[in-house]
């Protein structure tokens, strides 16, 4: 995160969670005192579609007035690459506990296609 603020990049968080649960988490994983470095915070009641609709990606690129395709989405579900997939942005999938048992080579052949 710090590399790429540094570099000038655009960094929003896209999280179907409630808010108050995506701070806790962002708090106990990169800190308070970064949130300043966020340019975008979506939550799933910001948006009326939830993932894997690409709703939530499109609004945050539009937020950050970049396309689609300056996109890069980092997500550690099936249900988010999708919606990463369906809004036209490269994404890089990261496991967690909780979806390291997901089944992403479904979604190989749209990748790489």
């Known amino acids: ?7 000038g990049k ?3 968080v896209c999280s179907a969670a409630t808010k108050s649960s ?21 939550v799933g009641d910001d948006v009326k579609e939830k993932k894997p609709d690409p ?3 499109i609004t945050a690129a539009k937020r950050l007035g970049v396309s689609e395709k ?3 989405v980092v997500e550690d579900s099936v249900t988010g690459l999708q919606a990463a997939t369906k809004a036209g942005m ?4 990261t496991y967690t506990s909780s ?8 979604l190989l052949p749209s ?3």
């Open 99 to 106: 979806t390291a048992t997901q089944d992403f080579s479904m």
């Open 55 to 57: 709703l939530i990606y």
């Open 90 to 93: 490269p994404c890089v999938v």
């Open 111 to 113: 990748i790489l296609t």
């Open 10 to 12: 655009k960094l929003a």
């Open 22 to 42: 995506v701070i806790l988490c962002l708090e106990n994983l990169i800190g308070i005192d970064r949130f300043p470095n966020l340019d975008c915070f979506l």
């Open 1 to 7: 995160m710090d590399e790429a603020n540094n570099a």
């Open 70 to 72: 300056e996109c890069l």
